[in-house]
């Protein structure tokens, strides 16, 4: 027996009591069909919106019921916990759900009687569920084998968001909690701003970084090896096929289900940094990102539909490590709530900052110069803050560039 072999087989025992609860990330995708069920068993097409109501209303309820769980699995098991096939075999199994939630709900769309209002209500549920189809590809496509990494490139493809392939793993992990990352966003800067730099800036840097690579090839940007365009391509041919079988509806009902996938992708994006900034060293690079450069969250509930997306500190630290093997720090900065209630409050911007700004402040022991701080807000915050902070952090936060 090799010494590694003589490792795993005395780690200490782990049971992992959310096993077989994971099951609901894989199942969620499929809400917006049982929203469809209920309103053809009952007529009444204020079920078009179910998603909606269990997103943002149900489950921010039982994240507050059924709370938090800080167990993490012995780093002894954690090899040992990777390698069981059926954590994976979840995330796959999620793929061709998403794919059924997006051609069940336009075939609907496309052969039933419905007025706007229910098809729009239905493509914001779809919306929400197909932009977490960014999380399946999210999962898998930090993964090393070619099988995972094409499964990301199809799932992303559903909601026509192939770049963030390339744009999460080689851009947004490098640049995160620093200026030069459009996806970690400023204290003071409500989402609406957010969006506007975020979803663009995005897309500029994976097209950038994904040219460079091919460019070091002797490839074309335009060669059918940009894993950009290959997920892209997946996209055209399906909204296509969509098009042509359920009929001009599509021209409507597509759009808004992915602008509204989009949209989960930046509210994710805009509360899982908010604020944190990495430390500027004296040769002019950023430190390197450790656990409390994210907002983590621990609620049960909603890490059991979001394949444990929640606790981003852990990911970040360690971007190949699984879901089920993501663990909790003490001291990490927490999120008041899981997703959800954190997605429902960033839209709200007033409340957001309200419940949020004072953490950020605490996270930087009150030194407003180690704060990523939205310009325009700059003066607002000195102000506001000055109590928490000595005079030399008054003149450091008046010296920081957002």
Excluded: C
């Excluded at 559903?158 to 970690?184: C, L, Q, S």
């Excluded at 310009?375 to 008046?398: L, P, Q």
């Amino acid at each position: 027996m090799n010494g590694k072999n003589s490792v795993l087989d005395s780690a200490p025992e782990y049971v992992d009591k959310k096993k077989y609860f994971w099951i609901l990330s894989t199942f969620w995708p499929a809400t917006p069909m049982i929203g469809i069920w209920l309103a053809n068993e009952t007529g009444w097409g204020i079920f078009y919106g179910l998603v909606l109501a269990v997103w943002y209303g149900v489950l921010p309820l039982l994240d507050a019921m059924f709370g938090e769980d800080f167990n993490n699995p012995p780093e002894e098991v954690v090899e040992k916990l990777e390698k069981e096939r059926y954590y994976r075999v979840l995330t796959y199994l999620t793929v061709p759900m998403h794919y059924a939630a997006l051609i069940v709900s336009a075939w609907w769309v496309g052969t039933q009687s419905m007025s706007w209002f229910e098809i729009g209500a239905l493509a914001l549920s779809l919306g929400i569920v197909n932009g977490l189809a960014l999380n399946t590809g999210h999962e898998l496509g930090h993964k090393k084998e070619a099988f995972d990494r094409w499964m990301a490139k199809i799932v992303l493809a559903v909601v026509g968001y192939g770049h963030f392939f390339i744009e999460h793993n080689k851009g947004h992990h490098r640049d995160v909690a620093t200026p030069m990352d459009p996806a970690t966003s400023r204290m003071g800067e409500n989402i609406y701003k957010f969006s506007t730099r975020e979803i663009p800036g995005a897309f500029r840097r994976a097209w950038g970084l994904e040219e460079q690579r091919l460019s070091r090839r002797g490839q074309s940007v335009w060669s059918f090896d940009n894993e950009i365009l290959q997920p892209m391509v997946i996209t055209v041919v399906l909204y296509t096929l969509l098009l042509a079988f359920f009929g001009p509806k599509m021209l409507v009902f597509l759009p808004i289900q992915m602008a509204f996938g989009w949209w989960q992708l930046t509210s994710a994006n805009y509360i899982e940094h908010y604020g944190l900034l990495r430390e500027k060293m004296a040769d002019g690079r950023y430190e390197h990102q450790k656990p409390h450069h994210s907002w983590n969250s621990n609620h049960i509930v909603s890490n059991l539909v979001l394949f444990h997306l929640q606790r981003h500190s852990d990911h970040h630290a360690h971007p190949t490590r699984s879901y089920q093997s993501l663990r909790d720090f003490p001291g990490l900065p927490a999120l008041p709530t899981g997703y959800p209630g954190a997605f429902l409050m960033a839209m709200i911007p007033q409340w957001f900052r309200s419940v949020m700004d004072p953490k950020v402040v605490n996270w930087a022991n009150g030194d407003l110069s180690k704060i990523q701080i939205e310009d325009s807000m700059r003066a607002e915050y000195i102000k506001k803050f000055a109590h928490n902070v000595g005079a030399d952090d008054k003149r450091g936060a008046t010296a920081v560039a957002p």
